[in-house]
């Protein structure tokens, strides 16, 4: 079980205040799965230093790889130019769309828990600019009702075609709350999808 030091929730607490739209960051559902992708990363690729998390938001998952890893070097991407200046605090950042991001040096392994939100286009350009010889995470789900998610998926089987997943290290689901259903006054439920691979140089 991960547990966290006083000064690293008053970080938290503070970044909340700073920023109230954080908080989301917190939901259930958002901590489970980046508990669920730190837990991967440190049994199938514990000595990952360098790091690049696309998506990254306000860094909590960064937060709770560099708990779990210890000696990480992270870089956070995202659009959202008040989340990367409060990961600037603590971690390199770069602030624009991860499919125009260059690579200038080598990185062991490339995150991306936000696939559900990317066009196919956008995800293919995506890809082909991971390196060759380096290690990806992503996430996606079958929620198809949130407005935002354009390339949910029906499965995990889908997940990884569509995701163009090669030389897979790990792969799995699981089950997560989302909003109550009003009309019929019950929980729904959707799967999260993650998947560890590994960018060959046969890697299309």
């Not at 860094?59 to 560099?66: F, H, R, S, W």
């Not at 939100?117 to 010889?133: F, N, S, V």
Request: glycine fraction near 4%.
């Amino acid at each position: 079980m991960l547990k966290f030091d006083e000064k690293q929730l008053i970080d938290w607490t503070q970044g909340i205040r700073e920023n109230p739209d954080m908080l989301n960051a917190f939901w259930p559902s958002q901590i489970r799965s980046k508990i669920w992708l730190t837990d991967w990363v440190k049994s199938y690729l514990p000595s990952a230093h360098k790091i690049i998390i696309f998506g990254a938001w306000y860094g909590v998952l960064a937060d709770l790889l560099d708990i779990r890893l210890k000696n990480t070097k992270i870089l956070c991407n995202d659009i959202d130019k008040d989340a990367m200046l409060w990961c600037a605090r603590k971690y390199a950042m770069h602030i624009g769309k991860m499919e125009e991001f260059t690579y200038e040096t080598r990185v062991d392994l490339v995150i991306n828990t936000v696939t559900e939100h990317l066009t196919q286009e956008a995800y293919d350009k995506w890809y082909d600019k991971i390196p060759k010889g380096t290690y990806f995470v992503i996430q996606g789900n079958n929620d198809f009702k949130e407005p935002d998610h354009v390339r949910a998926c029906k499965s995990l089987s889908e997940f990884n075609v569509i995701n163009k997943v090669e030389n897979t290290l790990h792969t799995g689901s699981i089950s997560y709350e989302g909003p109550w259903n009003e009309v019929e006054n019950r929980p729904t439920y959707y799967e999260r999808y993650m998947t560890i691979g590994f960018k060959s140089e046969h890697n299309k």
